[in-house]
């Protein structure tokens, strides 16, 4: 069964670097998603992506941030300038439709851990 | 504007009794609504949706939860919990209105006791 998958599953930085946090969607979806969890918190939706540009993004998602498709199979998340804050688990979804009742298949997520 | 409540962060139940996780949501337009597990080390992966159709809606693994409207409710139950129940579980909440992001309740973690 086709999955999303995330790379690195634990990725450790220091406070001030950057880091790209990569995921590969399901091949045939079009539209692909950033979520992230602090630790105790809810899940909390950051940005959406469909025909190469952004779609919606949270409050969260800060210049910051940044979102890439560099390759037909690639759906990149990048944070410029990490702060404490930054720690978190970031998970990626993606989805053959844009309908409301279409399922989001999620990967395992890339846990961060800023110092 | 929309959120989600689970009403609990922790439930255990022992194996072979009833599984009830609690679920209530504030949307300002019709949602659809969802019950993601997440197991650990893996992704979220959907337990069951309801999108305006039947208000009872079954989903995988003996899972079924019912959409109650007057209520703003959307309760997770399985007759009988087994073992591989033992997870985390996510209410969560969109719409079109919404542009099809998701907003997650707290989550409840079920411990399932031999």
């Known amino acids: 069964e086709p999955e999303v998958t995330q790379t690195p599953s634990h990725q450790v930085t220091q406070m001030g670097q950057e880091v790209i946090l990569r995921c590969v969607p399901i091949?045939?979806?079009?539209?692909f998603y950033w979520y992230r969890q602090i630790l105790g918190q809810k899940v909390e939706f950051l940005v959406s992506?469909?025909?190469?540009?952004?779609?919606?993004k949270s409050e969260i998602f800060d210049d910051q941030f940044s979102v890439e498709r560099p390759d037909g199979s690639n759906f990149t998340l990048k944070i410029r300038s990490t702060k404490l804050e930054d720690s978190a688990m970031y998970f990626c979804?993606?989805?053959?439709?844009?309908?409301?009742?279409?399922?989001?298949?999620f990967g395992p997520g890339t846990r961060l851990t800023v110092t | 504007a929309q959120s989600v409540t689970q009403l609990d962060s922790h439930v255990s139940v022992s194996e072979g009794t009833p599984v009830l996780l609690r679920c209530n949501y504030s949307?300002?337009?019709?949602?659809?609504l969802f019950w993601y597990v997440q197991h650990p080390n893996k992704g979220l992966q959907l337990l069951l949706k309801?999108?305006?159709?039947?208000?009872l809606v079954k989903g995988i693994n003996g899972f079924e939860a019912e959409f109650k409207k007057s209520e703003t409710s959307f309760h997770l139950t399985k007759p009988s919990a087994h073992m591989s129940d033992a997870a985390e579980y996510f209410c969560?909440?969109?719409?079109?209105?919404?542009?099809?992001?998701?907003?997650f309740g707290g989550g409840t973690r079920v411990l399932v006791k031999p």
């Open positions: 979804a993606s989805t053959y439709q844009g309908m409301d009742s279409a399922e989001q298949y």
């Open positions: 091949s045939n979806h079009l539209y």
């Open positions: 992506f469909y025909n190469n540009e952004i779609s919606e």
């Open positions: 949307s300002s337009y019709s949602p659809s």
């Open positions: 309801y999108t305006s159709a039947a208000t």
């Open positions: 969560v909440v969109t719409g079109r209105a919404a542009g099809n992001k998701l907003t």
